[in-house]
């Protein structure tokens, strides 16, 4: 089993050597800088029409309120679930293009990485694809609004409540993630890997996830002054603060990404070599 781990482990680097990984995370991090404010908004939108307006802005106060305001995190998760409530059905549809973005940056990426050879309209698969995953958005908005309460009610009061919330949160985070990371590798993605290294690396990818997003709450709460790399200008030090993180969300997907394509083979081989012994058995007997 040892032996089996290490050779997966050596196989994830395989595909990704001779191939910037940097430079794809980055690739994909500029789609989701136009895309992921777009994707919210249909989100918030579209769980607002599900659930109501009112039980939207109930559930979220309370997270609003918890969120660490060193940086200005509540001001802009407020007035971002402000625009998504009362987005128009016009708006929506004109931010159905840049979300569908997302798709088109990672299906890129998986391509490129994957070596797919000869495959049209990658953009285009990648945005279709996509889709799916905007139509499931309110189910999954609303089912990890639906334990913000509790979780954010914990963060605020404090001591071991606090760790209590934020296990709560991350295995929250995580079962809305994990749905989302397996169709994207299983979809989105080239190649369509098997099912079982899909759902074992997706899972083990989300939950890596949400514990990098959680990494980014508790950078929020960091008494830091991001405009002075950029001669005071806190706007542009914000957005270059979540354009660093998302860079870095993203190479942990691609990571991941690979790693379900360097079990296939080990997978096959295994499962050949029990084939033959078993045939060796039946012929010795």
């Known amino acids: 089993m040892l032996i089996w781990v290490r050779r997966v482990a050596a196989a994830v680097s395989r595909p990704l050597r001779g191939r910037d990984l940097a430079l794809h995370a980055a690739a994909v991090t500029f789609y989701s800088g136009i895309a992921v404010v777009p994707i919210a908004l249909l989100g918030i939108w579209l769980t607002g029409l599900l659930a109501g307006t009112d039980r939207v802005r109930r559930l979220t106060g309370r997270t609003i309120d918890a969120l660490p305001d060193e940086i200005g995190a509540p001001r802009a998760l407020a007035a971002l679930i402000d625009a998504g409530l009362h987005l128009t059905p016009l708006l929506a549809l004109a931010s159905l293009l840049p979300a569908t973005l997302y798709g088109e940056g990672l299906r890129r990426a998986f391509v490129s990485i994957y070596q797919t050879s000869g495959e049209s309209l990658v953009g285009w698969r990648g945005r279709l694809l996509w889709l799916p995953l905007l139509a499931a958005t309110p189910a999954l908005l609303l089912a990890l609004l639906l334990a913000l309460p509790t979780t954010s009610a914990l963060w605020l009061r404090g001591g071991w409540w606090s760790v209590l919330g934020v296990v709560l949160s991350f295995l929250a985070a995580w079962l809305v993630l994990t749905p989302v990371v397996i169709w994207v590798f299983r979809y989105v993605a080239p190649g369509r890997p098997p099912w079982l290294p899909t759902v074992l ?79 060796r058995y039946r012929r010795s007997t």
Not at 215 to 241: K, R
Not at 254 to 276: C, M, N, Q, W, Y
């Open 201 to 279: 690396i997706g899972s083990f990818t989300a939950a890596n996830l949400s514990g990098f997003l959680h990494g980014f709450v508790l950078f929020c709460s960091l008494p830091l002054d991001l405009g002075a790399p950029f001669g005071g200008f806190d706007a542009i030090g914000g957005v270059v603060a979540i354009g660093l993180w998302l860079y870095l969300f993203h190479t942990i997907v691609l990571v991941g990404f690979a790693a379900t394509h360097a079990v296939k083979p080990h997978l096959t081989d295994e499962s050949a070599r029990s084939i033959g012994g078993n045939a």
